[in-house]
């Protein structure tokens, strides 16, 4: 009955430091945490001011960037390689106007 | 000059239109003419007159997609383009530049990273440079040589690139654009080592990957310029979509520069045309002395001649370039409205 009784004190003990330790690191830890300084956060992702901005592609464009990143990657993609393949063809169509000869190239090295 | 200075609401500055025009089409004419993707002339211009560099460099990767694209379809419409071997290297590319990146990171953690990477980038421009300007020079010896002996200037044997494709490892691929046939895994090979070259050095690759198709596989000089703008639309549209995500693309920027640098790019892709494989060579090897000059100049702290000296190497590169499409076209003209004088004369006679 001694040994049992003794087991069950432990037992608590064991319990009550653990507990004990927990709320002093709950307590302390956002203290510690400040103290420890360090650098400030660098910023991750920038916010386009739209503040001055009414309407407009720079406005869209503005929002676009500041609503979420992985579509404005993807809108990035999307616009170079639409515009790419509308100037391409445009500018050949512009040179051919002018007279020069695309047709063909022979290769000098 | 109000008139034409807008607000990048990204970057958060206030920039002029017709510099982002002119940036553009300096290095679209360039990118064209030599197959490159010409970050060494963007990010320091937007650096120099006011984008802060993460901005500069995403904005740049940005407009190099589209800029590609419009290069790609006219040297592809050329015959220009070898699809298949510029897959065959990206394979090889991917895999090195994810080994290169890995090295970078080891070299940051030994506090290496910034000094070795500059010296090994100014050492690497030098030999490259200095090996293309060799070739030409050998080149053109071997011409005077033949023409004075009366024989025709034979294609000198036992190239690098030739002896490397006779390397006989399956499978053996024909690369019918290029005009070769070597095993799969040379290509892949070259792309690699270009791959981790180009990521240890943080350059998107075209001055290196240009020269190797030369000299490491074989490919005619057009072709190289062509495959090589190939590889460099998959890099920047990869590269767009990365800086994107983190925010770091100024899409307005990109856009008025891709304006510049499809009239650009148009032109440098066109110029080939009127020119041959060595002078493309010869002024290859102009541009890198340059690129390594300003380097050079980075590394002593001089980040503002530095600048200067690429955008106005850049602006004479390509006033170069347009003066040789300008003289090829009106040669082009004399030389068809000859040959209509001398036909029209034959059927009245």
């Known amino acids: 009955m001694r040994q049992r009784s003794i087991r069950k004190l432990r037992k608590l003990s064991i319990v009550g430091e653990c507990a004990g330790f927990l709320s002093a690191l709950l307590l302390f830890l956002p203290a510690i945490a ?20 009414s309407s407009g592609i720079s406005k869209l464009i503005a929002d676009l960037y500041n609503g979420n990143s992985v579509i404005f990657g993807l809108v990035v993609v999307g616009v170079m390689a ?13 040179i051919k106007r002018v007279g020069i000869d695309l047709s063909r190239l022979e290769h000098h090295e | 000059m109000d008139f034409f200075t807008i607000y990048l609401p990204i970057a958060g500055i206030e920039f002029n239109v017709l510099l982002l025009l002119l940036i553009g089409a300096t290095v679209g004419v360039c990118g064209g003419f030599f197959g490159i993707g010409g970050a060494w002339i963007v990010t320091p211009a937007l650096n120099i007159f006011g984008f802060p560099m993460p901005y500069a460099i995403g904005t740049d990767l ?14 592809g419409k050329f015959g220009n383009v070898d699809v298949r071997l510029a897959v065959s290297m990206i394979l090889g590319t991917t ?3 994810e080994l290169g990146a890995r090295l970078v990171m080891y070299l940051e953690r030994i506090g290496l990273a910034e000094s070795v990477i500059r ?3 100014i050492l690497f421009l030098l030999l490259i440079g200095s090996y293309v300007l060799f070739d030409y020079i050998s080149h053109v010896r071997y011409q005077r040589t033949m023409s004075a002996s009366g024989r025709d200037a034979k294609p000198k044997r036992h190239t690098l690139a ?7 490892i399956p499978p053996m691929i024909n690369f019918k ?6 095993s799969l895994w040379l290509p892949v090979l070259v792309g690699f080592t270009t791959g981790v070259v180009a990521s240890v050095l943080g350059v998107g690759g075209g001055f290196i990957r240009m020269p190797a198709l030369i000299y490491l596989i074989g490919c005619p000089t057009l072709v190289a310029v062509g495959t090589d703008l190939f590889e460099v639309m998959i890099t920047g549209a990869y590269g767009a979509f990365t800086y994107g995500v983190k925010g770091r693309v100024d899409l307005l920027a990109a856009i008025w520069m891709l304006f510049g640098a499809a009239i650009g790019a148009q032109l440098g892709t066109i110029a080939v045309k009127y020119v041959r494989g060595y002078s493309i060579r010869l002024l290859f090897a102009v541009t890198i002395f340059i690129a390594c000059a300003s380097v050079l100049l980075k590394q002593l702290k001089l980040q503002l001649p530095s600048a200067i000296l690429i955008i106005t190497a850049g602006i004479v590169i390509s006033s170069v370039i347009i003066l040789l499409l300008v003289r090829g076209v009106l040669r082009e003209r004399a030389a068809r409205s000859g040959s209509g004088v001398s036909l029209g004369r034959g059927s009245s006679g």
């Open chain 1, 34 to 53: 400040h103290a420890a300084g360090g650098k400030p956060a660098t910023k991750v992702y920038n916010v386009a001011d739209t503040r001055a901005m």
């Open chain 1, 82 to 94: 639409g515009l790419g393949l509308i100037l391409g063809y445009a500018m050949d169509l512009l």
């Open chain 2, 62 to 75: 940005a407009h190099m997609g589209g800029k590609s694209i419009v290069s790609t379809i006219r040297h």
């Open chain 2, 95 to 97: 895999v090195g530049m």
């Open chain 2, 119 to 121: 010296k090994i980038y």
């Open chain 2, 162 to 168: 030739q002896r490397l494709q006779r390397v006989n």
């Open chain 2, 177 to 182: 654009a290029s005009g070769i046939q070597c």
